[in-house]
């Protein structure tokens, strides 16, 4: 059984690069970026691109191929915790209401809907209510549940991805909530055991450091490693990087991963693509985190962690991931996270977003894009993992064997 699929604001498709291995059927996709769209079209040339998702109509799908589910993650900005939080009075945020129009014009069998968790508390939850109430009127039964891409453990992605990703999910079944209940939970769930955790280390959560430039390099050893606080004090102003300067203000400008004096098993920790190990989910890997203190210019707040945090639409931005990873043997170096690195942190295949663009050849394909591209995507494990589940109930609920 084929399962026919609506992808409405849809990025770079995470959907499809999860649902295709499935056997799935993408029959439309909806994106007004224009380098997003560049990417969609690049890869799905054959699948139309409606634009505008709040102007698709039953009649413009074909009856033969006609969406068994309605898929999309509306803008997030109006409800994260780190924006404004103006909600559903957003023309963003009103989006969410436009999927749920969008879903009752269809009336497809399921709808999935993905929002950050900043949702929950979005006007006292009254936001997050107002959606699930309008998604009852138009006759959907519903479950939700927060995922995060470091736990979600797929046939793809054995051991998930290195990025603390959580996102809401709503699935939605018409005329049944008990569809999405079994899509979103199992007996295991219920009962009570606590997903896969990694054991706190005493050097990892030690409080946050702060500090001058100057301060910091002064606790580097200068043996590619770290002093007992952890802290790196080669990060340059502007993404400007070396081993050898000093006394400069950090940068925020940019993501960077961080060399550090551990090894690959075959001794290096760098692969010939020029990428880390450690961002193939196979690997070891920490991560330092730095934020602004304020806009008066105070002193970065610098922390260790075990686990890249969100990747973000932003290159800059309040809260930058830094990647220490694991180096050839040389002294410890800094640098910026590449493209590819943002694909694989995310699920996609390598070099995904590298498309040619406003005449330019892929090679040339916008840096920037391509790290907004990357950020403002859904982690394509998670999306496996709920396509495959939806799939399982779909099949037991039309009588196939799964």
Same mark, same amino acid.
Not at 205 to 216: D, F, K, V
Not at 228 to 234: A, K, P, Q, R
Not at 251 to 273: H, I
């Given at each position: ?119 929950? #508390? %979005? ?6 209510? +107002? @959606?699930? *109430?309008?998604? !009852? $009127? ?73 500090? #001058? %430039? ?6 580097? +050893? @200068?043996? *590619?490693?770290? !002093? $007992? ?82 990747? +973000? ?90």
């Amino acid at each position: 059984m084929t399962i026919n699929y609506l992808s409405v604001c849809s990025g770079i498709d995470s959907v499809s690069v999860a649902w295709h291995p499935l056997g799935w059927n993408c029959v439309g996709l909806s994106e007004i970026h224009p380098f997003r769209s560049a990417v969609l079209n690049y890869h799905y040339p054959e699948i139309k691109n409606f634009g505008d998702f709040t102007g698709i109509q039953k009649d413009d799908l074909k009856k033969e191929t006609y969406p068994d589910i309605l898929v999309g993650g509306t803008p997030c900005a109006s409800f994260s915790i780190s924006g404004l939080r103006k909600g559903l009075e957003d023309d963003r945020g009103n989006l969410a209401l436009e999927f749920i129009l969008l879903a009752d014009r269809l009336k497809t069998p399921w709808i999935l809907w993905e929002n950050v968790p900043g949702l929950l #508390s %979005s006007d006292k939850g009254r936001d997050f209510g +107002n @959606f699930l *109430g309008a998604l !009852a $009127e138009c006759g959907y039964g519903f479950a939700y549940r927060v995922l995060d891409a470091q736990y979600t453990r797929t046939q793809r992605f054995p051991r998930a991805l290195p990025q603390r990703r959580r996102r809401v999910f709503v699935v939605g079944h018409l005329g049944d909530w008990r569809p999405p209940a079994e899509v979103l939970f199992d007996r295991e769930a219920l009962s009570g055991n606590p997903p896969p955790s990694r054991k706190k280390r005493e050097e990892t959560s030690r409080e946050t450091e702060e500090g #001058s %430039s100057e301060q910091i390099w002064r606790k580097l +050893n @200068f043996q *590619g490693e770290y !002093a $007992e606080d952890e802290v790196s004090g080669t990060l340059m102003a502007r993404g400007r990087f070396s081993a050898y300067e000093r006394g400069t203000i950090i940068s925020y400008d940019n993501p960077v991963a961080v060399q550090a004096a551990n090894f690959n098993s075959n001794g290096s920790g760098v692969q010939e693509d020029g990428s880390m190990y450690t961002l193939t989910a196979t690997d070891r890997h920490s991560v330092m985190c730095f934020e602004r203190r304020s806009q008066d210019g105070g002193a970065p707040r610098i922390q260790k962690e075990e686990i890249s945090p969100t990747l +973000n639409a932003m290159t800059g931005g309040n809260r930058q991931p830094c990647v220490m990873v694991q180096p050839e043997k040389r002294q410890g170096i800094v640098r910026r996270l590449t493209p590819l690195e943002c694909e694989r942190l995310q699920g996609f295949p390598d070099n995904y977003t590298q498309i040619p663009y406003k005449g330019k050849p892929k090679e040339q394909a916008p840096i920037s894009q391509r790290y907004e591209a990357c950020g403002r995507a859904m982690a394509v494990n998670v999306m496996e993992w709920l396509g495959t589940r939806i799939q399982m109930v779909h099949k037991k609920k039309n009588g196939k064997a799964v």
